[in-house]
Each structure stands twice: as structure tokens, then as C-alpha cells.
């Protein structure tokens, strides 16, 4: 008998000393934990950050060091019909005079009228950092809702960056905290109806939470070597709960079915780790290979997440192999307690007379056609995953805009009749120079000039007061201009003026200046290079994860057939889940129904990121699935009764798993931002759509269509062939031989 496999010494070892296990357990949590945040979080600057023309214009308005305090404003519009001259110059002496006492407020200036006379702007500079404006901001909204108070005949509102961000802040935290909230009770409900038992479902939330807290430690750490984002976090504990809970509900089914067959806790614990915990070894190196992959995205973003998620899943596959055989050891039978009775008569594991597997009714019915008619369910089945997939072809890339965050708040209501009004203190683009120090008065000429021209462009919106504002810094080598354009940022016309201010008027007019150098950034080239940047790295992530996936899977499977039928399936799983995603949120027919409006496209980081975090999730499930079937042929089934005993067997461990993550993934779905509800639509249906059509349907009449071909591979791949198990798996008689 060959050396037990690594996986199977150490449960082994973790389930003949349990405490020891635990103990270690406990303690490499809490060093990492306490260890990360002693060491502090380093976040990525601007510089990490930058990408294209975009990122060079922020990075030259950075080296300006210009100082730019926090600017709020109030906003005196009429109720109905005209503006009342009179009582709006009432109203902004009145809030000049209140605001100028608040402490905070380092000067009001003159109110602005707008063009159209219908209204008037009262601009309001705050004192201290800005980026703690928001958190400063209060005291000035109080006073002026007083004013407001006192001229009920007008509407007075507060708006500006603070204000926006606070108010943001404030919804944004209830729906976060609100997610948190209810992720946990979720995931616990769904693993008490697939166990039946409150230890059973408890087990698997413990590891993940214990994963993820160890993980977000060492990703503080990490941070030092590759900076941290504020979305880091965020992921690690999506990914973490999402693998965590995964990787324990494969493993505590497989042992409770060996118990349920005869065997003794420590030979249970031993199977459940060389079957299960095998395959969670290699589902954890396909996510850590997708996750890998963000990697070449060249994007301080994408790294963040990258390590977070890689780390996560280490940690993740490391309790699984360790802790948890320790704890289902020392639980023994008291992992089944206390059970849940209906529930508990629903799913606790049944063998046959003869130790076989029984299948429920339904997966019979469900895997019938791919037995029987292979050819036929496979075209039906895939025919309609590429329908669904077609619509991803006319996927648009953009950022979301101003436009695009919630209206249920006063801020953002305000802010639309400030634009209205205002239109330069919209969209706009940044227009940032460096030249000599000599070369100051002729960029200065040069940008007054473009402003000039840009003014007279229906594409921009005129300058508002005395004419274009111009920044220079204090050594006279930077220059900013902000061009405004009247329209939203991820409107056509808004990119339109960008290009023509990119291809036309900046080159006209700063033309023949030595030495300068220039770009033009803002939210619209923010988006615009964004979405350039991504569609040129998606190619390069996908071929690298697609290619070391297939090596992990062929050196996996000795074959090169099921790795190539795993890349096929993905495929087809992640181009369904972006065709629904361009179905429902580049059109306006499921707004009402999900509750958002339109922006005509698909956030500009999501399809990358979707793709490594649903090839990542989806190997989940492909290995284990086709790990129980080749278990089946290992044990001398046919090829087709190994195909029913691998997807029939591994049907409700699948299931739960997939719907722990559907559930967790559509609380996202209700979040306020637009790119929440697109992140937790795409990934919800994604592995709705893996764990039913593909697993259910399209993989087993693939596998029973391929035959004794599924296994190929070629004879150096061969030469290691895996000792059959002592004993062989029994299939189900209702789907032996089924025809």
C-alpha cells in the first residue's frame, strides 16, 4: 500500500489529537488578526491607481500641490414659476450671515445668479482637510435648513461634494450594514435545511468566519507590498464566506454519508479527506489561479482583490484540511444534534440494502434525458445557453456617473437642480499642463484661448461668473483648467466632447509650447480609458486562467479531454451570466421590477472581475462533481452508471451550495448602487445557472455522449494512475444502466 495521501495524514493527525488541531487553529487566527492591524493598512495613492490619459492628468494635478479646500453651496430655486429676485437676495444675505458663524466655514462668497435668472448660488468654503469634510458638514446643513425655515416661499437646499458624500455615506452604510446583517442568518437557514441538524449547518459558518479573519489580517499585511482599497475587504469577506461555507458542506457530507454507511468517526474523517478534501485542494488551486489572474490586469484595484481573495481561499483550503477534521472527530454523532425533525427525516444521509447510494425522485427525472438522449439534451441545452449568452456581444463599458446613484436623498435631488441651473458645475473635464515656469503666461493665453473655443461649442457648457477659471500652481509649472459640458458623464454627447477636446482644441491651442506636457482627465475620461483598459486586459486574463486551469485540471483528472470539457462548461456558464446581464441592465424593462434606472451599459470593472470570480466558484462544483464521477469509474462502474452516481450523489451537496451563495450574492442585488445590484445579479444568476443547467444537464450528457473518451490523456499523464478506492461506490439502481 502506496503513502496515504497528504491530505488524508493530516486530517488524520487533526482527528487523533482534535485539541492540538483546534488549538493551533485558534491561535493562527488570532495572530493574524491582531497581527495585521497591529501592522496598519497601507492604501493605494493615486499614483498606484492611475490609468491612461486619465490617470497622467491626475497625477499632474497631484505635482501642482494646489489647495483645494471643500466647497458647499446653497441653492435658492422658486417653488413654482419665476425666481422672486427680491426674496432670493434675502435669502442668500440671510444664509451668508448664518453661515459665516458656523465654525468650519472659512468664507461665503457673493451669490452667483444663473443664466437664466431662475436661480441664485451662494458657494461656501469649508476650512480643514477635505476629505473630512463630510464628516464636518452637519452643522452647516442645520443652518441652512433654519434658513429655509424662515423663507418657506422659496426652496433653499444645501449641495456639494460633503453634503453628497455624507448623505452617500449614510445610505450606502444602512444597506451595507444591512447586508451583513442579514448574510449571516441566511447562510445559517439555508445550512440548516440542507443538514437538518443546527451543529451540522454551524460548523461550515464557523470556518468561513474564521477563514475570513485570519485572511483580512494577512491582507493588511500584504498591503505592504501591494496597497490596499477600500473594496478589499469587501471581497475577501464575499469570497471567504462563499468558499468557506462550500469547501465544509462537501466535506461534512461526505463524512456523514460514510458514517451513515458503517463506518467508525476516524475512518469516515479519512474518506471525507480523500475524496472530498482532495477535491478541495484543487478547487482551491482553480480559484486561486482565477483570482491569479487579476494579477495582470496591471490595475492597483485588481491587485487588491487578487491578494485578498488568494489569501482567503489558502486560508479557507488550510481549515478545511485541518480544523475541520478535528472538529467532526471530536463531534462525533453529535454533529447530527440538535436536528431539526422534519428536516432531519428530509435530508439525512440513506443507503440501500446494499450500501448503494438512494437517489431522490427528482434528480432521476432530472438526469433521465442526458442518460438516455445525450445528443439531443446536449443540443437543446447548450443551444440555449449561447441564446443566452448572445446578447454579451453588444456589451458597452462605462463608469457609473452622478447620475447614476440613488435620488432618495435630498442631497442628490439638490444636486440635480443645481446642474440644471449651473450646468459648468456638472460633468466636466480637466485640461491639467506642466510646462517651465518660464512658459506660465503663454499656457495661461493657450487655455483661455481653448476655454474660449470650448464656450462656443454646443458640446460645452459656458463658464459661469467672470470667465474661465484657471489654476496655477505656487511654482507656475502646473496649469489646470476644468471644461464643463452640460450633459451626464456617461452620456454619447458627454464622450463626444471629450474626444473632441482630446483630438481638436487642446492640441490646437497648446500646440508649438516647448517643453510641456499635457492630458486631459475627469469622471467621462475616467470611464472612457477605464473601459479601454479593460477590454484590452480581459483578452490576457482570460488565455492565463483558462490555460493553467486546463494543467491543474488534465494533471488533476489524468485527462485532457475533462480538462477541456471543465474550460468549455465555464465558458458557456460565464457568457450565459453576461448576456443576462446586458439583457437586464442595458435595457429599462426589469428597473421596476429590481428597483434601479438604466445606464444603458455594464460597469466597466465588472466583466473582468465577474469572469475570475465565477471560474473561480464554478470549479467548486466541476471538481467535485466529476471527482465522484471518476470515483465511480476508479470502482469498475460503465461510464454512463458512473456519471449517474457522480451527478445523482453529489446533487445536494451542490445544490445547497449553490443556493447559500445565490442567496448571499442576491442580498447584494438589493444594495442602492448600480454597481452592486449588476455584481450581485450577475454572480447570483451565474451560479444558479452552473449549478442547475450546466452540472444537471449539460455536463452529465457531455460525459455520457464522450464515453470511455472522457478518460484519454496521454501516456505521461497516464503513468501515475490513482490506486482504485478498497470500496467501490455503489450507483443507484434506479439510474444503473438507464438507457
Keep these: 500500500m502506496g503513502r496515504r495521501p497528504v491530505t488524508v495524514r ?83 444675505d440671510d444664509a451668508a450671515a448664518q453661515l459665516r458663524q458656523v465654525t468650519g466655514v472659512a468664507s461665503v462668497g457673493a451669490p452667483v445668479p444663473s443664466h437664466d435668472g431662475g436661480a441664485l448660488l451662494v458657494p461656501i468654503t469649508m476650512s480643514g482637510d477635505p476629505k473630512t469634510a463630510s464628516d464636518r458638514v452637519q452643522p452647516l446643513r442645520d443652518e441652512t435648513a433654519k434658513v429655509q425655515q424662515a423663507h418657506p416661499q422659496l426652496r433653499i437646499e444645501q449641495v456639494g ?89 462537501f466535506y461534512v457530507r461526505r463524512e456523514r454519508e460514510e458514517r451513515a454507511r458503517g463506518r467508525s468517526g476516524l475512518d469516515a474523517v479519512e474518506i471525507a479527506a480523500e475524496t472530498s478534501g482532495h477535491a478541495v485542494v484543487v478547487s482551491g488551486f482553480a480559484v486561486i489561479i482565477s483570482m491569479a489572474g487579476l494579477l495582470l490586469a496591471n490595475d492597483a484595484v485588481f491587485s487588491s482583490l487578487a491578494v485578498g481573495s488568494i489569501l482567503v481561499v489558502a486560508v479557507a483550503v488550510t481549515g478545511s484540511l485541518t480544523v475541520l477534521p478535528a472538529l467532526l472527530a471530536k463531534l462525533g454523532r453529535w454533529v447530527d444534534r440538535p436536528r431539526v425533525p422534519l428536516l432531519w427525516r428530509l435530508t439525512a444521509p440513506r443507503t440501500g440494502r446494499h450500501g448503494e447510494r438512494s437517489t431522490p425522485r427528482l434528480w432521476s427525472a432530472v438526469l433521465r434525458p442526458a442518460l438516455r438522449a445525450p445528443v439531443a439534451t446536449l443540443v437543446v441545452s447548450v443551444g440555449l445557453l449561447l441564446a443566452l449568452a448572445a446578447p454579451a456581444l453588444g456589451m458597452k463599458l462605462k463608469f457609473p456617473g452622478m447620475e447614476d446613484l440613488p435620488r432618495t436623498t435630498p442631497a442628490m435631488q439638490a444636486y440635480d437642480r443645481l446642474t440644471t441651473a449651473f450646468p459648468s458645475n456638472g460633468t466636466s473635464h480637466t485640461v491639467a499642463v506642466r510646462a517651465p515656469a518660464g512658459q506660465a503666461d503663454q499656457v495661461r493665453a493657450a487655455l483661455t484661448d481653448l476655454a474660449g473655443r470650448a464656450a462656443a461649442d454646443p458640446l460645452f457648457a459656458p463658464a459661469e461668473g467672470d470667465g474661465p477659471k484657471i489654476k496655477v500652481s505656487a511654482d507656475r509649472r502646473v496649469s489646470v483648467l476644468e471644461v464643463a459640458t452640460p450633459y451626464a458623464s456617461r452620456t454619447d454627447e458627454a464622450a463626444r466632447s471629450l474626444h473632441e477636446l482630446r483630438d481638436d482644441l487642446a492640441p490646437t491651442a497648446l500646440r508649438g509650447i516647448p517643453g510641456i506636457e499635457y492630458a486631459i482627465g475627469g469622471g467621462v475620461a475616467d470611464s472612457e480609458d477605464y473601459a479601454a483598459h479593460i477590454q484590452g486586459k480581459l483578452p490576457l486574463v482570460m488565455a492565463f486562467v483558462l490555460a493553467l486551469t486546463f494543467l491543474v485540471m488534465a494533471w488533476t483528472f489524468r485527462s485532457v479531454v475533462v480538462a477541456l470539457t471543465s474550460i468549455v462548461l465555464n465558458l458557456l456558464s460565464a457568457g450565459a451570466a453576461y448576456g443576462l446581464l446586458v439583457l437586464v441592465f442595458q435595457g429599462d424593462w426589469a428597473e421596476g421590477l429590481l428597483g434601479f434606472t438604466s445606464m444603458g451599459a455594464i460597469v466597466s470593472w465588472l466583466p473582468l472581475f465577474l469572469f475570475v470570480v465565477l471560474f473561480g466558484l464554478s470549479m467548486d462544483y466541476h471538481v467535485f462533481v466529476v471527482s465522484r464521477i471518476r470515483e465511480g469509474v476508479r470502482g469498475g462502474m460503465s461510464n454512463r452508471d458512473a456519471v449517474a452516481y457522480g451527478i445523482s450523489s453529489s446533487a445536494g451537496v451542490v445544490t445547497s451550495a449553490a443556493v447559500v451563495m445565490v442567496g448571499v450574492f442576491a442580498i447584494f442585488a438589493s444594495l442602492s448602487t448600480i454597481d452592486m445590484k449588476q455584481l450581485g445579479i450577475g454572480l447570483a444568476a451565474a451560479i444558479l445557472l452552473d449549478a442547475t443547467i450546466i452540472r444537471a444537464v449539460v455536463l452529465p450528457a457531455l460525459m455520457t455522449l464522450l464515453g470511455d473518451a472522457n478518460w484519454w490523456a496521454p501516456r505521461f499523464l497516464r503513468a501515475r494512475a490513482a490506486t482504485p478506492p478498497a470500496d467501490p461506490p455503489t450507483p443507484a439502481p434506479e439510474l444503473v444502466g438507464a438507457r
Design 161 to 249: 461634494g460633503p453634503s453628497i458624500n455624507k448623505a452617500l455615506d449614510d445610505t450606502l452604510g444602512k444597506d451595507f450594514k444591512r447586508a451583513e446583517l442579514l448574510s449571516l442568518p441566511v447562510t445559517l437557514a439555508i445550512l440548516i435545511i440542507a443538514f437538518g441538524a443546527l451543529i451540522a449547518a454551524g460548523v461550515p459558518v464557523l470556518l468561513a468566519l474564521s477563514s475570513v479573519a485570519a485572511a483580512m489580517g494577512l491582507s493588511t499585511l500584504a498591503s505592504h507590498l501591494v496597497p490596499a482599497t477600500d473594496t478589499t475587504s469587501s471581497v475577501i469577506l464575499l469570497i471567504g464566506m462563499a468558499v468557506g461555507v462550500d469547501y465544509s458542506l
Design 10 to 92: 493530516l486530517a488524520r493527525w487533526s482527528a487523533e489529537h482534535p485539541w492540538r488541531a483546534i488549538a493551533l487553529w485558534v491561535v493562527f487566527v488570532a495572530v493574524c488578526f491582531v497581527g495585521g492591524n497591529a501592522a496598519g493598512l497601507t492604501e493605494a495613492t493615486d499614483k498606484d491607481m492611475a490609468i491612461g490619459e486619465a490617470g497622467r492628468a491626475q497625477l499632474i494635478v497631484d505635482g501642482g500641490n494646489f489647495d483645494e479646500p471643500a466647497v458647499e453651496n446653497v441653492l435658492i430655486t422658486p417653488r413654482a414659476g419665476a425666481l422672486d429676485q427680491t426674496a432670493a437676495k434675502a435669502a442668500a
